[in-house]
C-alpha cells in the first residue's frame, strides 16, 4: 500500500497494491497491522456503512461533534468525488477543504481523521461507497456544514445537473455558524 499526504494535516490517501491478471484482480483493502505501520494511525474500526446513489448526488458536509468519527472511505463501484473539510477551529487549515476522485477502477482510499466534516458527490451512473468508523453513528451529535458555503469554496464538478441533496443537507449550517471542534 502507498500512503500519499493531502494539504490537510492528517488526511491522507492510500493506494493498494493490486494484483491482477486475466482472471481480474485482488488486493487487501484493508490491514489493520500495515495500517497502523504506514499511517501511524492506531485504530478501532467498529462500524462499516455502505450506501448506493446515483449521478449527481451529493451527501454531506456530514460529522459529529461529539462521538467524532474517523472514516476510512472507498468507492467499490462507479466513482466520486469525495470532500472533506477541516471543522477544527486550532488547526492552521480551518476552514479549508480537500476533495479527489474515488473510484472502483483507481481503488484509492481516504482516512479521515476525527475533526472533519466528510461528503461526496457520484460523478458516474451509479456508484456504491463504503465506509468504516472508528466510533458508532450518533444522531444526536450529527452536525452538517452547507455543501456549497461561499466560505469554504469546494468546487464541486460540473454535471450539467443540480446536486440531489436531502431536505438535511439542503438546510445544514454555514461555517460561521456551524459547532467545531475546539
Not at 467498529?46 to 446513489?53: A, F, G, L, T
Not at 480551518?94 to 472533519?116: R, V, Y
Not at 450518533?138 to 461561499?150: I, T
Amino acid at each position: 500500500m502507498k500512503v500519499m499526504t493531502t494539504p490537510l494535516e492528517g488526511v491522507l490517501l492510500l493506494e493498494p497494491k493490486v494484483f491482477g491478471d486475466e482472471r481480474g484482480f485482488f488486493f487487501e483493502s484493508y490491514n489493520g497491522r500495515r495500517f497502523a505501520e504506514l499511517t501511524g494511525v492506531e485504530t478501532a474500526f467498529v462500524q462499516d456503512n455502505h450506501s448506493r446513489s446515483l449521478k449527481g448526488v451529493l451527501r454531506g458536509m456530514h460529522y459529529q461533534i461529539r462521538q467524532a468519527q474517523g472514516k476510512l472511505v472507498r468507492a467499490t463501484s462507479g466513482s466520486v468525488f469525495d470532500v472533506v473539510v477541516d471543522m477544527r477551529k486550532s488547526s492552521k487549515t480551518f476552514g479549508q477543504w480537500f476533495g479527489t476522485e474515488l473510484s472502483a477502477e483507481n481503488k484509492l482510499q481516504m482516512w479521515i481523521p476525527p475533526g472533519f466534516a466528510h461528503g461526496f458527490m457520484v460523478t458516474s451512473d451509479a456508484a456504491e461507497f463504503l465506509y468504516k468508523t472508528t466510533d458508532y453513528w450518533a444522531p444526536e451529535h450529527e452536525r452538517s456544514v452547507l455543501w456549497n458555503d461561499p466560505a469554504i469554496g469546494i468546487q464541486w464538478p460540473e454535471l450539467g445537473m443540480a446536486p440531489l441533496l436531502s431536505g438535511k443537507d439542503q438546510a445544514a449550517a454555514l461555517l460561521a455558524d456551524a459547532e467545531v471542534f475546539a
